[in-house]
């Protein structure tokens, strides 16, 4: 089966040679949250699978799942590596229209990259759910992507699974003392393969050498993310005596907002 380099030799060891240029592979986020890390990989495959207005990127995605994880953004795609012109959106009104739209694109042989974008677990993408489209993209030798948000793992016909979430961005080169943000990071983990061998990597999307590379793991931060409340328990007692000193010591306790 013809293979396409993803440009990290240790990875494309354990994929057999690269990523499969023909046939069913599946890519899986925890959560919805995390969509925008599968997406993000796919978009960099489809840029190595060579994605042109010629040969394109084609996403097909149930309407309700682009409401809940969001549409391209143009000069995005541009900061990808991946012209616009080479993306061809499908979006369909039920879960059976898009996979019927991904079974034609795979027929048709036309695109560089069948991106499926689904939720959760589907009946309709199980084992014998997945099997025709697996048949469709290997006879047409033309890759399918299943992009699954908030998915746990079960069997299907996809030879290939990757699982994926977003990794801190290590710091530009030359600049490392400066809070500059690096290139697009993943954590992959090959949950299943061809020939059994699994695996964990830390990968950089090289957007100017358009290949991915292996990247260290970054280190955790030394600081937390947000600043604790001035008034809350990890305040000094400094702030907490000013605090207490403007309100004449008798301060309300007023309700909160919970993000739902």
């Not at 990127?57 to 995005?76: F, H, K, M, Q, S």
Request: charged letters at 20%; hydrophobic letters at 45%; aromatic letters at 4%.
């Amino acid at each position: 089966m013809p293979v396409c380099r993803l440009g990290a030799d240790r990875i494309d060891q354990a994929l057999g040679g690269g990523f499969p240029e023909a046939g069913l592979s599946e890519i899986r986020v925890e959560t919805v949250r995390d969509g925008g890390a599968g997406l993000g990989f796919a978009l960099a495959l489809a840029v190595r699978l060579g994605a042109s207005p010629r040969r394109p990127l084609v996403w097909i995605a149930p309407a309700a799942t682009l409401t809940d994880a969001g549409y391209p953004y143009r000069p995005g795609l541009v900061a990808f590596g991946l012209d616009p012109a080479a993306l061809v959106m499908v979006r369909a009104r039920r879960l059976e229209d898009a996979l019927w739209a991904a079974e034609e694109a795979a027929r048709s042989g036309a695109p560089a990259l069948t991106l499926l974008e689904v939720q959760n677990n589907p009946a309709a993408l199980s084992l014998e759910g997945s099997r025709r489209l697996h048949w469709r993209s290997r006879h047409a030798a033309r890759p399918v992507l299943v992009l699954r948000q908030g998915g746990s793992a079960e069997t299907t016909a996809a030879p290939l699974r990757l699982q994926l979430s977003a990794a801190p961005a290590g710091r530009v080169p030359g600049l490392e003392a400066h809070s500059c943000l690096g290139a697009p990071a993943f954590a992959v983990a090959i949950e299943k393969s061809r020939d059994g061998r699994l695996g964990q990597f830390h990968l950089e999307w090289n957007v100017h050498e358009r290949r991915f590379v292996q990247a260290e793991r970054a280190a955790a931060l030394s600081r937390p993310v947000l600043s604790p409340p001035a008034d809350g328990p990890a305040a000094t007692a400094e702030i907490r005596s000013l605090l207490a000193a403007r309100d004449g010591g008798s301060r309300r306790a007023e309700p909160r907002r919970h993000a739902s």
